[in-house]
């Protein structure tokens, strides 16, 4: 299926979807679920359990060069604590890789050893990466396969054409991730998810979107917005008013010196996207 689709989980897609990974569930070892660590919150699919069973799971805490990194150490130790593996990685450059590598070969142990114990020889663990779209598990698989030196054949029960990626001795990486269809748990999981591009622009308000980012900027990062756009530290309470002095200071201005706030919006969110406001972490840790 075309991994793309992000605009509208329909049904059937999200039928097909699960499908696939229930197949490719039956050949692997491991799951490694791919979050955003800008929003490990809001990028998770709450079904995850449901959908994987029982399989042992480490969760890769993706774009953590994107991310703040006092609040990733905080989710990383909320999951540590829940007794779940996780480690955080920079996809592109591969920051962390390796040691997802070796908390997957790790987890997979039990299975392996249990295999050989029944007279199978000992192969090599198998794991699958799950994740929404655009959370970089593409990004990663390829990373892996950079410094892979084989690409094994196909396996019995593969579709055609799938491969396993050999990324250590002891670990080959299914070549097609798993993707999970992100759920809009509250109306503020939608806009965060729109704000970091699991979902196209073209679904969402913006208006909406901004508000929801200005508000969390304020509460904690009004110092990158004061540096960045040169603002008086004492920031308005409202959007509005965040938005007006930015485009006042960046001459976003229409006809009559009326500042333009689709243009305002436009700049922050391509600012953000491009960190140019500095590591920001959207979802703080909730109990
Ligand atoms: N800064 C940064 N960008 C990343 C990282 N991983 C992926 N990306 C970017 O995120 C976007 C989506 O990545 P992609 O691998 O296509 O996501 P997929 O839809 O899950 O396969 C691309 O523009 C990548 O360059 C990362 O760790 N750090
Ligand atoms: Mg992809």
């Not at 800008?38 to 029982?54: E, V």
């Not at 892996?144 to 196909?154: E, H, P, S």
């Not at 054409?161 to 748990?185: A, C, Y």
């Not at 004492?234 to 006042?248: C, F, N, T, V």
């Given at each position: ?16 979807a ?7 569930l ?6 490694i ?12 699919n ?29 989710w ?11 480690v ?60 892979a ?31 999970l ?38 509460e ?67 109990d």
């Amino acid at each position: 299926m075309d991994e793309n689709i992000n605009i509208n989980w329909f049904p059937g897609h999200m039928a097909k979807a699960q499908r696939m990974i229930k197949d490719h569930l039956k050949l692997v070892d491991v799951v490694i679920e791919l979050l955003d660590a800008r929003i490990p919150y809001s990028s998770a699919n709450p079904a995850i359990k449901d959908i994987i069973g029982d399989k042992p799971r480490v969760i890769a805490l993706n774009k953590a060069d994107l991310a703040d990194p006092k609040v990733t150490e905080q989710w990383i130790a909320k999951f540590r604590n829940q007794n779940i593996q996780v480690v955080a990685i920079d996809s592109m450059s591969g920051k962390g890789t390796k040691t997802l590598v070796s908390k997957v070969e790790q987890l997979a142990k039990d299975k392996v050893n249990k295999l050989v114990n029944k007279g199978v020889n000992a192969r090599a663990a198998r794991a699958m990466i799950l994740g929404i779209p655009n959370v970089g598990k593409s990004s990663l698989i390829n990373r892996l396969l950079g410094t892979a030196t084989v690409k094994t054949a196909d396996k019995p029960g593969v579709t055609r054409g799938k491969q396993w990626i050999k990324v250590s001795r002891n670990l080959e990486l299914l070549d097609t991730p798993g993707v999970l269809w992100p759920k809009f748990k509250d109306i503020e999981v939608g806009l965060k998810l729109a704000f970091t591009g699991a979902i196209n622009d073209e679904v969402y308000d913006m208006e909406k979107v901004m508000n929801v980012f200005l508000k969390i900027m304020r509460e904690e990062y009004p110092e990158r917005l004061i540096e960045r756009y040169n603002l008086k530290a004492e920031l308005p309470q409202d959007s509005i008013g965040i938005l007006e002095m930015i485009g006042a200071k960046r001459g976003c201005l229409r006809s009559g010196g009326i500042v333009d706030h689709e243009k305002v919006r436009r700049i922050l969110l391509n600012e953000f996207r491009a960190s140019k406001l500095g590591l920001i972490t959207l979802d703080k840790i909730i109990d």
